[in-house]
């Protein structure tokens, strides 16, 4: 029974400081700022970036879900391979959704793409 106990109580502390960290990233956190760096780290210029649109989406029991619509103009696929791997391993657990990839008719080695991002945050 002692051997149970102790394993409650190191997952229960284990929980406690998952919830703390989730609460101190949470406080601080910019889907836009981080979409923005994140870009900026694969290479994306400002100039690409056409538009980088958050929306709140109605909040659950324990969570607020902000999802982000991204326009981008003028990428190369490598860039764009960059990008989507760095918001998927990001450490605030971003989520990409659907994406929409079109070739330039005036450069077929350049790509519009559009796509979907959220994160959840909890409520506090």
């Given at each position: 029974m002692v051997q149970h106990e102790t394993t409650f109580r190191r997952q229960l502390d284990k929980l406690?400081?998952?919830?703390?960290?989730?609460?101190?990233?949470?406080?601080?956190?910019s889907l836009l700022t981080?979409?923005?760096?994140?870009?900026?780290?694969?290479?994306?210029?400002?100039?690409?970036?056409?538009?980088?649109?958050?929306?709140?989406?109605?909040?659950?029991k324990y969570f607020s879900?902000?999802?982000?619509?991204?326009?981008?103009?003028?990428?190369t696929l490598k860039q764009l391979v960059h990008y989507f791997y760095r918001i998927e391993s990001s450490?605030?657990?971003?989520?990409?959704?659907?994406?929409?990839?079109?070739?330039?008719f005036d450069d077929p080695n350049s790509l519009?793409?559009?796509f979907k991002v959220s994160v959840f945050l909890p409520k506090g």
């Open positions: 406690k400081y998952l919830e703390k960290e989730a609460q101190q990233k949470s406080a601080d956190f981080t979409l923005e760096s994140l870009a900026q780290q694969a290479a994306i210029g400002r100039e690409s970036i056409e538009s980088i649109s958050p929306k709140q989406l109605p909040p659950g879900e902000t999802e982000a619509t991204v326009q981008l103009v003028r990428v450490p605030h657990h971003l989520q990409l959704k659907e994406a929409r990839v079109k070739p330039r519009n793409v559009t």
